[in-house]
């Protein structure tokens, strides 16, 4: 534990130690003189790696907590916490934590170099302040971490000019193996000093990024309302209190920063306000049940943004390195950068109710080439984020320029200082790395104000989706930046607007300068060519649609989010959210169909052959064209000519049946084809092929028919004599019975008068009476039928 002092609250004196030092070293001296005479290794270096860094670094880690106030002024006392632990094997006593203070750093690079060797026994500190401002610990055991804290007044640091200096904390101590006080370990930060406020403020830019991953999928209900369908629940911990984004919106609206908002992520916090589901295993979905968390978050940054710059990245932040790079010789790449961009204004004043700036583009990380900024322009942008690692000074100028440069073409290049935009880079979830960066951040921004007089504007770019712990440690160092002398808070529109240094760097490298290990990142071309077979099959689909947006929205935002900057390092994921996307909008083309047909048959010369179209979709759909086409039109003609068509409109849930009229030239089987097509030519879905077999009666067998009528004809007339000539016997019988009686008084009758008369009532009697004949034939088809042909059947005449 800390030994504050020899006795109850006393420090011991500076002459105290002395003497207990030196008798430990007198006592010591003999053995001391032997062990000169061996190699000296630390009791922990066990192997030739362990060795070295305890050499470099020290037995003892030294870890800097906290730094208050991060920026001091006049009459402040500085407070330094943290820990020391023992990494070595023997117990080291007699400690004590002190502070040195270096002389003033006077360049950025001198600040680069303290910070790479932060923890490097070699280099130089300073003198230590001493006095009563240490933490003493009588004995540090090995593996055990020790909180020290140390607050010494700012005058007694013996700060000069305005400037950073370099502020090591060490840890000083003795072992049983080197029995005298030496450095065991330091941590070295930095002190800006600027206690009076700056002649020259330098206007500083931050970029406030609000950029998740892709969410929300292509697919959404079959009600009114569309309920969306999330790939997971991964949004709702982004924004719940504690969550990623949760922390950048709480911490960003104490800031004056420019808020740079992807408008995918608005769109998809926005459809959690209301019914949606969550995808889970397979095809099942749950239903979604963080509406109050969406509503909140987006309530919370709807007044965050209110008196602020907001700028709008095109919707789901596309890769505009991958697509100059790889994309380019791809149809309609280029137009879903404009599509996302057209929309992306919109999306932000829906959901935020402000107006943001859509003329920035932000390529990964601020490297460009001239094929990205070529890309990023085309979509309507004239101004794009880079950064000064990738558009870099050739040391023409002494101090470093304003971001705004004129590269040709009307563009300006916004370039963001790379040392400021990469300081909050890695794991800061340790308190001691998150100081780090804060004081590395601070001194780096007061160094550029004091590089000369001149007023600039600098922009600070961090990573696009820092983690809650880089948020933190990044709205720390801007809050304490915003509350120096040095420096005062700019809007993006205002820094791309400043007058550009003459001298500074305007030449956009070449392709050839990309960074391969971003290019490694990068979506491929075979990405891109998906991505536009997909939007073919959408465009085919969409012009038979009666209700188009319910299907060209969403799927129109999820080719956007198959371009987004965020699958970069994720190429399977990425494979399968575009697969998913594809299958899925089969799945919707397939429900508009032509039923299936089995082989017909076709008796006699003509027909009608009927053919079904089903609509599955919860809306009607028109403009498609039925097309019905004979693979052999000179034995079988549909229509008159080689095919026939007919309009086709089919309501949601429905299907209807066209009848095509046929006629047969020649007997045999004729291959008939199906297709569907959109009005300008397109086919529309898969054909539906079947065979039709023509029977049509031959001479002969008309010869066989026309002489069995005769013979039918022959034997009625035969019949029909026979029957007049019994009745004609009959009569003449009747009448001569009827002479016998009456006598020769009467006179005889005409007989033959009567007998004409009866045969023909006879005849006229048999002639209504008789039922119809056998040779009058009979219908050779049924009625129409308005079903369709089934397997086997017959098809109407």
Excluded: C
């Excluded at 046929?662 to 529309?684: F, P």
């Amino acid at each position: 534990m800390a030994e504050a002092a020899d006795f109850p609250g006393m420090s011991p004196s500076p002459a105290r130690r002395w003497l207990r030092r030196t008798g430990a070293l007198l006592a010591g001296a003999p053995l001391l003189a032997g062990l000169l005479q061996l190699p000296m290794l630390p009791a922990h270096a066990d192997t030739p790696a362990a060795a070295k860094e305890a050499a470099t670094t020290g037995t003892v880690a030294v870890a800097v907590d906290s730094l208050s106030p991060a920026v001091p002024t006049d009459g402040d006392t500085v407070t330094v916490s943290g820990t020391v632990t023992n990494k070595g094997k023997q117990a080291v006593t007699d400690a004590h934590v002190g502070l040195q203070v270096g002389s003033a750093l006077t360049t950025r690079s001198a600040i680069d170099a303290a910070a790479k060797d932060a923890n490097g026994l070699s280099g130089s500190s300073g003198s230590e302040v001493g006095g009563k401002y240490v933490a003493e610990f009588s004995e540090l055991t090995p593996g055990v971490a020790e909180h020290f804290s140390i607050s010494v007044p700012v005058d007694e640091l013996d700060l000069g000019d305005d400037g950073v200096y370099p502020l090591g904390v060490s840890l000083s101590g003795e072992t049983s193996a080197q029995p005298w006080e030496q450095v065991l370990g330091i941590q070295r930060t930095f002190l800006p000093w600027q206690p009076d406020e700056a002649d020259t403020a330098t206007k500083t830019t931050v970029l406030w990024p609000l950029v998740s991953t892709v969410h929300m999928t292509a697919e959404t209900g079959s009600n009114a309302q569309q309920t969306p369908v999330f790939l997971n629940d991964d949004l709702a911990e982004e924004i719940a209190p504690g969550g990623r984004l949760e922390q950048l919106l709480s911490l960003g609206k104490e800031l004056d920063v420019t808020w740079v908002i992807d408008p995918d992520l608005l769109a998809s916090v926005d459809a959690m306000t209301g019914s949606y589901r969550v995808r889970a295993d397979g095809d099942t979905t749950t239903a979604g049940t963080h509406q109050a968390v969406a509503k909140q978050w987006l309530a919370e940054l709807q007044q965050a943004v209110a008196d602020r710059e907001v700028v709008a990245l095109p919707f789901a932040d596309p890769d505009l390195a991958s697509l100059a790079h790889n994309g380019t010789g791809v149809t309609s790449s280029l137009s879903q950068l404009k599509a996302a961009t057209d929309v992306a204004a919109t999306t932000v004043e829906t959901v935020l109710h402000v107006t943001p700036s859509t003329d920035f583009a932000w390529p990964v990380d601020g490297a460009v080439d001239r094929s990205i900024v070529k890309v990023a322009t085309s979509a309507g942008a004239d101004k794009v984020i880079a950064r000064s690692d990738s558009l870099a000074e050739n040391g023409g100028l002494s101090y470093t320029p304003s971001a705004a440069r004129p590269i040709g073409g009307g563009t300006t290049a916004v370039v963001a200082d790379a040392r400021l935009s990469k300081t909050f880079q890695g794991d800061l979830t340790k308190a001691s790395a998150s100081t780090l960066a804060v004081q590395q951040f601070l001194a780096q921004s007061l160094e550029v104000n004091l590089q000369t007089h001149k007023q600039r504007s600098i922009v600070v770019a961090p990573q696009r989706m820092p983690t809650a712990s880089q948020a933190q440690a990044l709205a720390q160092a801007v809050s304490a930046l915003q509350g120096g002398n040095w420096s005062q808070s700019q809007d993006l529109t205002a820094a791309a607007k400043a007058k550009p240094d003459s001298g500074a760097t305007t030449k956009v490298p070449s392709r050839s300068a990309y960074p391969s290990s971003l290019r490694k990142q990068e979506l491929q071309r075979s990405a891109f060519e998906q991505t536009a077979a997909t939007q073919d099959t959408l465009d085919n689909f969409k012009v038979i649609l009666t209700d188009k947006s319910r299907v060209v929205t969403p799927f129109g935002r999820a080719t956007n989010r198959e371009m987004s900057t965020s699958w970069r390092g994720l190429s399977t994921a990425a494979s399968t959210f575009r697969q998913g996307v594809q299958s899925y909008l089969d799945t919707l083309t397939d429900q508009v169909k032509l039923i299936d047909k089995s082989d017909t048959k076709l008796s006699g010369r003509s027909a009608t052959i009927p053919v079904t179209v089903q609509n599955n979709l919860v809306q009607g759909v028109d403009h498609l064209i039925l097309r019905l086409t004979s693979a052999n039109d000179t034995r079988l003609e549909i229509g008159g000519d080689v095919y026939a068509q007919e309009a086709i409109e089919v309501s949601g849930g429905h299907s209807t049946t066209v009848k095509f009229t046929t006629s047969a030239n020649v007997n045999g089987q004729t291959r008939v084809i199906a297709q569907l097509y959109t009005e300008d030519g397109q086919k529309y879905g898969g054909e539906v092929v079947f065979d039709v077999k023509v029977t049509e009666i031959t001479a002969t067998v008309m010869l066989v028919i026309g002489g069995g009528v005769l013979l039918l004809v022959l034997a009625g007339f035969r019949m029909y004599t026979q029957r007049k000539r019994a009745a004609a016997r009959e009569a003449e019988e009747a009448g001569a019975e009827e002479t016998a009686e009456t006598g020769a008084d009467d006179g005889p009758e005409n007989p033959a008068g009567s007998a004409d008369r009866t045969e023909e009532e006879s005849g006229a009697r048999s002639g209504a009476d008789d039922p119809q004949q056998a040779s009058d034939g009979t219908p050779d088809t049924a009625a129409e039928s308005t079903d369709p042909s089934g397997t086997g059947e017959r098809v109407d005449r």
